[in-house]
């Protein structure tokens, strides 16, 4: 039942919208950067003299780093000026992007896309806990959809953009261009920077232990949803131009089309889902059925569209991946909110450390074990068929691992109830 004082969600703040449209921008550059290599993928097999094993290995290398730095990142943004280490890590993601654009060998292009991970690792336990800090419940959907908005135009605009650029110019000189000409976002973010960076600690709230987050199984339930999530995601990202290009037989400039088509169709969704969510719990919904029913139907939809996109000939082929696109952006809008509703200001750069660095674990997997199937199957099938399975696997963690949406109260005997079904 709707309560007696809903009404209209406020709108968010100018100058938090500012600091979120950049947040949104930064992680446009990185999901462009760590997809880019995949785009030049179908050339760097030829120009490298590699198997599609030694390329899977190749597009995983910027995981090994990411996933394991998340918990260090995790701890960090809970303890320093987030703001400045975010600042001093894009730098460097930004500067391994360009200096990649101009090695010649496997073992050295495989130590700047370990660098780019260093970078990248604190994206996101800084995004959540800058979100968490400065934007109220009614305003997270919007915020994190805002920022998820920026995750599905990335790969759009790198797909779209740098598939024509890459088949007219070359690879290299887009890596060192991009990565260059990302550093500029640095100035406005020194500007407009919002002013909470740490949360005060108080009598009543402190820092988890990560003892205390392994208890919690709406902990591993966020922490599986993301893993299952994830793997579709960097299935698409790192294998879906070899996959149309190689297998379907699309030229690289429909490769183009076809993913950024589907990425940017994704990226004007996530933030109208947000909304979305947002108005429902203002005219009464819970925060956990909101957010949970945009998290769980739409992983699985992007996992029955992209299973269908495997299975089917390639007449059906562009239109499947733009739905199963779409579909993961409604995941993407509120996968977040869910998380920082959970840990609070205090405890959510630990808690989405953690959780991304598990989460994350997949992007070591899905390119290896893509490029195993096949190598072993000679075929693409498989490989789909994986993926559908991981995101029912997501939606069913939503559902039913991750409880109530009621932020834990760290470091006492009564909790919430957080660990109970909804």
């Known amino acids: 039942m709707p309560s007696s004082n809903a009404s209209k969600s406020r709108p968010i703040p100018p100058r938090l919208l500012i600091v979120v449209v950049l947040l949104a921008i930064s992680v446009f550059i990185n999901y462009i950067d760590r997809g880019n290599l995949s785009i030049a993928a179908p050339m760097l097999k030829d120009e490298l003299k590699i198997s599609a094993s030694q390329l899977g290995l190749l597009l995983s290398a910027f995981w090994w780093t990411y996933a394991c730095l998340n918990l260090l990142y995790g701890w960090l943004v809970d303890r320093v000026n987030v703001n400045w280490l975010f600042a001093g890590a894009f730098l460097l993601w930004s500067a391994a ?214 299975a089917l000939d390639s007449r059906f082929t562009p239109a499947l991946i733009v739905l199963g696109v779409v579909s993961y952006s409604v995941m993407s809008s509120n996968l977040w909110a869910i998380s920082q509703a959970l840990a609070g200001p205090t405890a959510a750069g630990r808690w989405v450390g953690f959780q991304n660095f598990f989460g994350n674990l997949s992007g070591l997997l899905a390119p290896v074990v893509t490029g195993l199937v096949v190598d072993r199957t000679g075929h693409f099938v498989w490989a789909f068929v994986i993926v559908a399975m991981v995101c029912l696997g997501s939606s069913a963690s939503c559902i039913f691992l991750v409880g109530r949406l009621e932020p834990v109260v760290w470091g006492r005997r009564v909790r919430t109830a957080v660990n109970s079904p909804a």
Request: contains cysteine; aromatic residues 16%; glycine residues 12%.
């Open 97 to 310: 992007t360009a200096a990649t654009g101009l090695v010649h060998t496997f073992a050295i292009l495989f130590f700047f896309r370990l660098l780019l991970g260093v970078g990248e690792a604190v994206a996101f336990p800084a995004y959540s806990k800058i979100l968490a800090l400065n934007f109220s419940e009614e305003h997270r959907g919007r915020a994190n959809s805002i920022v998820s908005a920026g995750l599905l135009f990335g790969p759009g605009f790198g797909l779209l953009t740098g598939g024509f650029l890459m088949g007219r110019y070359g690879w290299r000189p887009f890596f060192i261009v991009l990565g260059l000409a990302s550093m500029l976002w640095l100035i406005p973010w020194l500007k407009w920077m919002p002013e909470k960076h740490q949360a005060a600690p108080t009598d009543s709230t402190g820092v988890p232990s990560l003892w205390e987050f392994f208890q919690m199984r709406s902990a591993w339930g966020t922490c599986l949803v993301l893993f299952f999530s994830n793997y579709a995601s960097y299935f698409l990202i790192t294998w879906l131009p070899y996959f149309l290009v190689r297998e379907r037989h699309f030229s690289m400039n429909s490769m183009a089309k076809i993913g950024g088509t589907a990425y940017l169709l994704g990226g004007v969704m996530a933030p109208i889902c947000g909304w979305l969510s947002d108005r429902w719990i203002a005219r009464g919904a819970s925060p956990t059925l909101a957010r949970k029913s945009f998290v769980a139907g739409g992983i699985a939809g992007c996992g029955i569209f992209l299973g269908l996109a495997g």
